[in-house]
């Protein structure tokens, strides 16, 4: 299927040793056959042992923008409040079924609406009541080390404390994100390779209209 | 017969007739009825499939959910023509905010539904009874 294409993920682990706690960025590039496919990926390490100097939660957009959701994909930390400003002038109906969230959020032209707090680890499917087409996922994680492949493929996961962790990546074609073991020690350097299925988006959106179509 | 019964027996039947009369207008069925939901059902069907295609009038339904448009309107058009539906839609100003629909693209609207409840043989009355409900909606639907 040519929709379909491995993704490999080629972890470097980079030793910082500025600072007085060792502190480690561990650059990630995902690899794909469609280069589209690795840039829709969320890459995110979860430490084995708690170990995780919890932040504050940020604050997170989703936007409407000419009757799509920007970005198609998000990562946030549990407990983010995410909001929805539709730059649209017309409403929007946003909903989302996900076990992770379920809500509904009615948007009007001119009317702000609170943002939505994401207090649950999981996969969230975005979509629109009124224009069935669009649709975005967020990826909420217990983790303060997460990020989104730049158009190279390549994500930073920035200042590990040495310990072991499981590092994910996923892609919303994939039901669950996939892990493997990632060690972060300040003197060594890691390469990994985590072989995923997925398909791009564009593919995806597709499968779900015909889904539709012949409902 | 004398006069004052001739008089009691006017003043009967036009009592009667009256009585009658009354009743008649309280059975009347309401538009809903005389439409039937089965119809009401075919006429927005189509009209949907019609105004989101025709090219004077579809840019507005672009993306659109139109299964969704078409229980929505189903919904509306069943409540003000006094059936069992309550309408749990939007108000007609939200729903058309921001669309920036002109006065030429109404009229577009009301004439493609026209067609469509000929097309779907609705009486003139009925259909008259129809246009009568929405013609006030204008207001919210043009972009002022």
């Known amino acids: 299927m040519s929709a379909s294409s491995k993704v490999f993920v080629g972890g470097v682990v980079m030793s910082s040793w500025l600072g007085v706690a060792a502190a480690t960025d561990v650059a990630v590039t995902v690899v794909s056959g469609e280069s589209v496919t690795a840039t829709e990926s969320v890459i995110y390490a979860v430490p084995k042992k708690s170990g995780d100097v919890t932040p504050a939660p940020s604050a997170a957009v989703i936007d409407q923008v000419k009757k799509e959701f920007v970005p198609l994909v998000s990562v946030v930390r549990t407990g983010t409040r995410v909001s929805f400003p539709n730059s649209d002038n017309i409403r929007h109906q946003v909903y989302s079924f996900s076990p992770a969230k379920t809500f509904t959020l009615k948007l009007y032209s001119g009317r702000s609406s609170e943002p939505v707090i994401f207090d649950k680890p999981g996969v969230v499917t975005l979509g629109c009541n009124i224009h069935d087409q669009m649709i975005a996922w967020l990826l909420v994680v217990d983790t303060s080390w997460y990020a989104l492949p730049d158009t190279s493929g390549s994500a930073t996961l920035k200042n590990l404390p040495a310990g072991d962790y499981d590092l994910y990546v996923w892609h919303p074609s994939m039901a669950a994100p996939v892990g493997e073991p990632l060690r972060v020690d300040g003197s060594t350097t890691v390469t990994k390779t985590v072989r995923i299925d997925a398909t791009s988006i564009v593919a995806l959106r597709r499968r779900v209209a015909l889904q539709d179509g012949a409902r | ?144």
Request: hydrophobic share 45%; net charge positive; aromatic share 6%.
């Open chain 2, 1 to 144: 017969m004398t006069h004052s019964f001739r008089a009691w027996a006017v003043f009967a039947v036009v009592w009667a007739t009256a009585l009658l009369c009354a009743g008649v207008v309280q059975a009347e069925a309401s538009l809903y009825q005389r439409i039937g939901a089965d119809k009401l059902s075919a006429v927005v069907d189509e009209y949907v499939d019609v105004l989101s295609v025709d090219p004077r009038t579809r840019r507005s339904f672009y993306r659109s959910d139109l299964k969704r448009v078409k229980k929505m309107l189903t919904e509306h058009l069943c409540d003000l023509a006094g059936g069992p539906c309550k309408y749990a839609g939007d108000s007609m100003r939200d729903v058309h905010a921001g669309h920036g629909i002109t006065h030429s693209e109404f009229l577009s609207g009301v004439e493609l539904l026209r067609v469509v409840l000929v097309k779907q043989q609705i009486p003139l009355r009925e259909r008259n009874e129809l246009l009568a409900l929405l013609a006030p909606m204008k207001s919210d639907v043009v972009d002022r």
